[in-house]
């Protein structure tokens, strides 16, 4: 009986593209944390397989492709913890924040300028 000597279908080794590099970003930054333990270690080495082939999907323009493992990173990543929804980060901070930036900042301490237009000389 031979052996199959290839994959599925082969990756191949070449640059680190951006989605990967994000990856190993949010990886490190995790591991710093203390979020990431050794038993995620498979997870995690599927996670880099699945960022290396949204790269080249994206690379080679198959939408296909690039949508299809882009969503199964997307779950990977969830289950690894590495979004900011897993994290506990909510759509409600994000609102809170977002109103807070068109409140006026308060005046600093013993800043006297008056408010208003300036009048007319």
């Known amino acids: 009986m ?10 191949p080794a070449g640059r680190m593209g951006r989605v990967e590099r994000a990856l190993n970003t949010a ?12 038993v995620d270690t498979g997870a995690l080495t599927l996670a880099r397989s699945q960022a290396r082939g ?3 999907a994206e690379a080679a323009r198959d ?3 690039l949508a299809r493992i882009g969503g199964e990173l997307r779950e990977t990543m969830i289950r690894l913890r590495l979004d900011p929804v897993s994290r506990g980060a909510s759509r409600d901070q994000l609102a809170d924040f ?3 930036l ?5 005046p600093a301490a013993g800043d006297q300028t ?7 000389a």
Do not use: C, H, Q, Y
């Open 2 to 11: 031979p052996r199959d000597k290839g994959a599925l279908f082969d990756l």
């Open 27 to 38: 990886i490190a930054a995790a591991r710093r944390d203390g979020a990431l333990i050794d």
């Open 54 to 56: 949204v790269d080249l």
């Open 63 to 65: 939408v296909w492709a």
């Open 98 to 100: 977002l109103a807070s």
């Open 102 to 106: 068109t409140e006026p900042s308060p």
């Open 114 to 120: 008056p408010m208003g237009d300036a009048p007319n």
